[in-house]
């Protein structure tokens, strides 16, 4: 970043983190107005959840519910914002966008609240909107992008007043 080189043509403007699950039907539709924003997605946690590790040899399933229950999903409220925060440190991130996902309510259940904690321990913006993993029919592209360009007005202002 300090020394210009982007992962895009043009200038980035601002970094974000992706809460959630991607929304695969509208892959394109949300990096490419993240792109045309300026702004870059620099982490996520979603890629983590799945870095389980368990004694597959153990029968009685002991191994496999403790590395499950490890998962910051799966752990309290102060555990998650803290793996997230940790994530947005590392990414030096503006933002970041939640997506609530229907098909996929645990992984949405605390972002509400968990927004709010971050952004009272960290002051970074937050925006959320609605979508699903798979189905293509609960994703607004117009809803998503308001969202987003209301997210770019509020990092930029920040990284304005920096």
């Known amino acids: 970043l300090k020394a210009g080189i982007y992962a895009f043509k043009g200038a980035e403007k601002t970094r974000i983190q992706w809460e959630g699950i991607a929304v695969w039907p509208h892959l394109g539709h949300t990096f490419k107005t ?3 924003m300026g702004t870059i997605m620099t982490g996520s946690a979603y890629p983590a959840i799945w ?5 597959a040899n153990d029968e009685s399933l ?4 403790e590395a499950y229950t ?3 999903i799966n752990t309290c409220l ?3 914002a803290a793996v997230l925060m940790d994530i947005m440190e590392h990414g030096k991130v503006d933002g970041v966008v939640y997506h ?3 098909s996929c309510k645990l992984m949405s259940f605390l972002n509400v609240e968990t927004a709010e904690v971050i952004k009272e321990k960290n002051g970074l913006p937050y925006v959320n909107f609605d979508g699903d993993q798979t189905d293509p029919r609960v994703y607004s592209p117009a809803q998503y992008e308001t969202r987003v360009q209301a997210l770019v007005e509020m990092m930029e202002a920040n990284v304005a007043a920096e």
């Open 34 to 36: 993240l792109k045309n």
């Open 51 to 55: 870095d389980l590790t368990y004694d």
């Open 62 to 65: 002991h191994s496999m519910a």
């Open 70 to 72: 490890r998962t910051y």
């Open 78 to 80: 102060s555990n998650k």
């Open 100 to 102: 609530l996902n229907r």
